[in-house]
């Protein structure tokens, strides 16, 4: 599937720019989210893996990226608050300088 190699090679790339050991547990979803979001990620710093569930039909390519630096950066520094400035500023510097204009940029 051409979606699923896309995105284990943008995570991979991210993987290496923020230098974190992780591993990605990629899922479809076949109906729209109930979360209201076309992608949904967790981190699990102790088995160091994303968990990244997406709804192929709707998700952008910025929405797989800045949920992917999102939760790569919770894995580098899982005593970040969510809402810290640190944990956005790390995000920010994660994502492609031309992709930075989603909810990290208000």
Known sequence: MKVRKEIEKLFEEKKRKLGVEAELELSFLENTPVVGYNVYGEAFPPE????????????????????????????KYPELDEDSKELEENVLNCLDSARKVLRYTK
Not at 50 to 69: K, R
């Open 48 to 75: 160091k893996k994303v968990v990244l569930e997406v709804f192929a039909p709707d998700a952008t390519t910025e929405e797989i990226e800045e949920i992917i630096c999102h939760e790569l950066v919770h894995l």
